[in-house]
Protein backbone atom coordinates (compact mmCIF):
# COMPACT_ATOMS: atom_id res chain seq x y z
CA UNK A 1 0.00 0.00 0.00
CA UNK A 2 1.56 3.60 -0.64
CA UNK A 3 1.71 6.47 1.57
CA UNK A 4 1.46 10.01 0.23
CA UNK A 5 2.55 12.91 2.26
CA UNK A 6 0.21 15.75 2.35
CA UNK A 7 1.80 19.61 2.77
CA UNK A 8 0.21 22.79 3.03
CA UNK A 9 -2.70 22.20 4.98
CA UNK A 10 -1.16 24.34 7.85
CA UNK A 11 -1.25 26.99 5.69
CA UNK A 12 -4.57 26.42 3.75
CA UNK A 13 -6.05 26.63 7.52
CA UNK A 14 -3.90 29.72 8.40
CA UNK A 15 -5.42 31.21 5.51
CA UNK A 16 -8.77 30.21 5.70
CA UNK A 17 -8.90 31.46 9.47
CA UNK A 18 -7.72 35.14 8.16
CA UNK A 19 -10.63 35.16 5.64
CA UNK A 20 -12.69 34.23 8.28
CA UNK A 21 -11.73 36.68 10.65
CA UNK A 22 -11.84 39.43 7.68
CA UNK A 23 -15.62 38.33 7.07
CA UNK A 24 -16.07 39.08 10.55
CA UNK A 25 -14.67 42.42 10.47
CA UNK A 26 -16.85 42.83 7.91
CA UNK A 27 -20.39 42.51 9.30
CA UNK A 28 -22.39 44.87 10.70
CA UNK A 29 -22.80 48.69 9.77
CA UNK A 30 -19.79 50.68 9.03
CA UNK A 31 -18.79 54.26 7.79
CA UNK A 32 -16.39 54.76 4.90
CA UNK A 33 -15.46 57.78 3.11
CA UNK A 34 -15.16 58.35 -0.63
CA UNK A 35 -11.80 57.35 -0.40
CA UNK A 36 -11.86 53.97 0.95
CA UNK A 37 -15.22 53.39 -1.50
CA UNK A 38 -13.35 55.05 -5.17
CA UNK A 39 -10.06 54.27 -4.96
CA UNK A 40 -7.54 55.57 -7.52
CA UNK A 41 -7.36 52.06 -8.56
CA UNK A 42 -11.57 51.78 -9.12
CA UNK A 43 -11.78 55.37 -10.90
CA UNK A 44 -9.38 54.24 -13.55
CA UNK A 45 -10.49 51.11 -14.09
CA UNK A 46 -14.13 52.50 -14.60
CA UNK A 47 -13.76 56.23 -15.30
CA UNK A 48 -11.62 58.79 -17.24
CA UNK A 49 -10.82 60.28 -13.64
CA UNK A 50 -8.45 59.37 -10.57
CA UNK A 51 -10.68 60.75 -7.99
CA UNK A 52 -14.65 60.82 -7.69
CA UNK A 53 -14.12 64.43 -6.59
CA UNK A 54 -13.12 65.08 -10.08
CA UNK A 55 -15.28 62.51 -11.83
CA UNK A 56 -18.76 65.10 -9.92
CA UNK A 57 -16.44 68.48 -10.55
CA UNK A 58 -16.44 67.40 -14.39
CA UNK A 59 -20.11 67.28 -14.26
CA UNK A 60 -20.76 70.31 -12.69
CA UNK A 61 -21.69 69.28 -9.49
CA UNK A 62 -20.55 70.21 -5.95
CA UNK A 63 -20.19 67.47 -3.81
CA UNK A 64 -18.58 68.11 -0.37
CA UNK A 65 -20.70 65.24 1.21
CA UNK A 66 -23.24 62.38 0.94
CA UNK A 67 -26.17 64.80 1.50
CA UNK A 68 -24.91 66.87 -1.74
CA UNK A 69 -24.91 63.44 -3.79
CA UNK A 70 -28.38 63.08 -2.98
CA UNK A 71 -29.74 66.86 -3.77
CA UNK A 72 -28.90 66.03 -7.13
CA UNK A 73 -31.48 65.10 -9.30
CA UNK A 74 -31.13 60.80 -9.36
CA UNK A 75 -32.10 61.17 -13.18
CA UNK A 76 -29.44 63.77 -13.86
CA UNK A 77 -27.15 62.07 -11.92
CA UNK A 78 -27.58 58.62 -13.91
CA UNK A 79 -27.47 60.44 -16.99
CA UNK A 80 -24.29 61.74 -16.17
CA UNK A 81 -22.67 58.63 -14.36
CA UNK A 82 -23.68 56.51 -17.54
CA UNK A 83 -21.80 58.81 -20.20
CA UNK A 84 -18.80 59.12 -18.27
CA UNK A 85 -18.45 55.85 -16.79
CA UNK A 86 -18.63 52.10 -17.32
CA UNK A 87 -22.25 51.80 -15.12
CA UNK A 88 -25.49 52.50 -16.33
CA UNK A 89 -26.16 54.48 -12.80
CA UNK A 90 -25.09 55.98 -10.01
CA UNK A 91 -26.54 53.03 -7.37
CA UNK A 92 -24.48 50.40 -10.01
CA UNK A 93 -21.31 52.54 -9.71
CA UNK A 94 -21.83 52.64 -5.38
CA UNK A 95 -22.66 48.48 -5.47
CA UNK A 96 -20.02 47.99 -7.75
CA UNK A 97 -17.69 50.03 -5.28
CA UNK A 98 -19.03 48.59 -2.02
CA UNK A 99 -18.43 45.14 -3.83
CA UNK A 100 -14.82 46.29 -4.76
CA UNK A 101 -14.00 47.69 -0.86
CA UNK A 102 -15.81 44.20 0.75
CA UNK A 103 -13.43 42.37 -1.53
CA UNK A 104 -10.17 44.21 -0.85
CA UNK A 105 -10.94 43.91 3.40
CA UNK A 106 -11.70 40.36 2.63
CA UNK A 107 -8.56 39.02 1.04
CA UNK A 108 -6.34 41.35 2.79
Known sequence: ???????GLDEVQQ???????????????HELSAGDLFTESF???NTDFTEVVQL?????FKVE????IKAIPEDQL???IQASTNFPSWEVMLRSAVA????????S
Request: net charge neutral.
Open 1 to 7: MAHMKIT
Open 100 to 107: DYAKRQLF
Open 78 to 80: DKY
Open 43 to 45: MCD
Open 65 to 68: SAAD
Open 56 to 60: FAAGG
Open 15 to 29: KFNRLSENAENLSGS
